[in-house]
């Protein structure tokens, strides 16, 4: 009767180990579940920070280009009419203070200040100013051949940021740069779960407004470019 109740016991020990090696492998898949789906999340965002930083970076390029076209406007004024106008450089300067003595643009960071004035100013010359469209004409030439320095740009963020090029990015739309690019994620395996949890990541962001563009004819349509 003794030996019966041993062998029950250690029949009974040995079924709550194994049940208990089963809770901790549930409890292991789980945790494993849980750690890769931060993982995607965490690449989600870095994804979102790479098409973002992308899409600034190819911007920036756009507006480098712009204080040598006007030079070259400006320049190219004299002797074309009666009396030169007030320089677009003194008028950006004007718009910017205006713009900080305003309260809406409180938040603005001088740079953002800055371009948001140059922005408006050159809106208002493609509009009204005396060479309107002889300054339509250089920027709109010079601006579109700028889209490859744009591309070449944002290739060089994507992979600072250890994005990919395949299937990425870039379109000029609506006076605005996006860049569609993404970042790997790649699964914790454990025991034959999630062996194959290794997937690309897309995000699109767009950079500042650039109004001044949709005044170009160039520009009046959609522009997108592949960065493979």
């Known amino acids: 009767m003794k030996a019966r109740v041993i062998d029950i016991v250690r029949q009974d020990r040995g079924n ?22 931060s993982k995607i999340f965490a690449v989600k965002e870095e994804a979102n920070t790479t098409a973002q930083q992308a899409s600034l970076a190819a911007t920036s390029v756009l507006y480098s ?39 809406s643009y409180d938040d603005y960071s001088d740079n953002e200040i800055e371009l948001e004035a140059l922005d408006i100013v050159l809106t208002e010359e493609l509009q009204r100013g005396v060479g309107k469209d002889q300054l339509h004409d250089m920027l ?12 070449a740009q944002a290739q060089t963020t994507i992979i600072q940021n250890n994005g990919n090029l395949s ?21 914790t395996s454990f025991k034959g779960f999630f062996t194959d949890l290794k997937e690309d990541l897309f995000q699109t962001a767009g950079g500042p407004k650039v109004d001044f563009l949709t005044e170009l004819s160039k520009f009046d349509v959609k522009i997108e470019r592949s960065l493979d």
């Open 140 to 151: 709109n030439i010079e601006l579109y051949e700028t889209i490859k320095e744009m591309e």
């Open 167 to 187: 299937g990425a990015t870039l379109v000029v739309d609506d006076g605005q740069v996006f860049v569609r690019a993404s970042n790997t994620v790649e699964g």
């Open 16 to 37: 709550a180990a194994i049940l208990m090696i089963g809770l901790l492998s549930i409890m292991m898949v789980l945790f494993i579940f849980v750690f890769n789906l």
């Open 65 to 103: 280009q712009v204080d040598e076209v006007i030079n070259d406007y400006e320049a190219a004024l004299i002797g074309t009419v009666d009396k030169l106008p007030e320089s677009i450089g003194k008028k950006i300067q004007k718009k910017e203070f205006e713009l900080q003595s305003d309260s």
